[in-house]
């Protein structure tokens, strides 16, 4: 890490929690060696660099683009109309940028594959690109149904960058547990969109950004971002780090995920 990202680290932290970015009540830590079936396990990788991610990113708001949009598709709406609500709100918060909740659509049908019960996703994200508003930073799909993609059993969802849109399941998030499939929707979401944001996984920091290979490893990690990729998101949205905790602390106060709610509160001044 050279002095230049640690000085704009330093400052993102310090304007949001008046710290030293060095000070372990900071409330971020670094990862541990990754255990076996972990996601950097399996695929190890290098990392961004903040200036690797401005040098490279291909898609950051501008007056023509810089809203949110979330497209349900199939039951999505009407299975979890207050869900896509808190969803929308979280979008405004988290990156900072309108965020805007669509009518529903149906699925294509010509991308369910019968032999498999599953759609797929690849289909998806094909159909979807062609309804992708001019100004949209990120065009979100979200369904109930279970994904697949080509070699693989099922996925979570999938992404095209240069396309600036995803199609995302919520079928394997279930638990009885209403804050903790919040928190995994959340999650999803928010991970998601990062990468149509250009930012790739995280392999420094316990961070939302963190690439997982199951659902255990997922509930792992955190909803919040490093310091180095708030750095990113700052840069390309230009949101503010302290208003960001703010809403977001808002928010996760009136959804009740209190854990949440303490970490975020104690990163304000």
Request: hydrophobic share 40%; glycine share 8%; proline share 7%.
């Amino acid at each position: 890490m050279n002095v230049g990202r640690l000085g704009i680290i330093g400052a993102l932290l310090m304007s949001a929690c008046g710290k030293s970015s060095s000070d372990p009540a900071d409330g971020f830590t670094l990862q541990g060696p990754p255990e076996p079936g972990d996601w950097l396990h399996h695929f190890p990788e290098p990392g961004q660099t903040e200036a690797e991610y401005r040098a490279a990113c291909a898609n950051r708001k501008s007056e023509s683009r810089r809203v949110f949009y979330l497209q349900p598709l199939g039951q999505a709406a009407e299975k979890h109309p207050v869900l896509l609500s808190r969803m929308r709100d979280y979008a405004e918060a988290f990156f900072g940028v309108p965020a805007t909740l669509l009518p529903a659509i149906p699925l294509f049908e010509e991308t369910w594959v019968p032999e498999r019960a599953q759609f797929n996703s690849t289909r998806i994200i094909a159909r979807l690109r062609e309804r992708v508003p001019a100004d949209a930073l990120v065009y979100a799909g979200f369904t109930t149904e279970d994904l697949y993609s080509q070699g693989l059993n099922f996925v979570f969802g999938e992404g095209s960058l240069a396309n600036r849109c995803g199609i995302y399941s919520l079928h394997r998030y279930g638990t009885p547990d209403p804050a903790q499939f919040l928190r995994r929707v959340l999650k999803l979401m928010s991970h998601e969109a990062g990468h149509i944001l250009s930012i790739e996984h995280c392999v420094r920091w316990n961070c939302v950004m963190q690439g997982a290979n199951s659902l255990r490893e997922d509930d792992r990690h955190p909803m919040h971002l490093c310091p180095e990729d708030l750095g990113k998101l700052a840069w390309n949205t230009g949101v503010d780090p302290t208003s960001r905790y703010r809403r977001l602390l808002e928010f996760y106060r009136t959804a009740g995920l209190e854990p949440e709610a303490a970490w975020t509160a104690a990163r304000l001044p």
